[in-house]
């Protein structure tokens, strides 16, 4: 059975994708819930980064599953996907591939559930 709402952040986006090309492609995986893309607050300019939140841990396993290090949006790096510092909930999987990708690179914080 899903669990509830999950929350993912998406790194390496292409400078020009809108929530509506983003959300197109992730929901061949899920139903998306939100996208916001996160802007620059001086230009307004994308910064190449996304947090997409899915109705349940599944989808965001299987974006994950199909899309980290795997797509590539015409930049130099593919997608990084992993479950968001803060997500309502996280699967045991989920919770495994964010401490991986802590643990390679510090700048990637470590999934913290929100206590409901």
Known sequence: MPQGEAKLFIG?????ATED???QLFEFYGEVRHV???RDKQT???TGSAFITYSCTE???AAILALHNIYN????KPLQVSYCERTATISQFGYEHAERLA???RANPRPRPILQ
């Open 12 to 16: 390496q986006l292409h400078f020009d």
């Open 21 to 23: 090309d983003v959300k």
């Open 36 to 38: 916001n893309i996160l």
């Open 44 to 46: 307004g300019r994308s």
């Open 59 to 61: 989808e965001a396993d």
């Open 73 to 76: 949006m015409e930049r130099d």
């Open 103 to 105: 643990q390679e690179n």
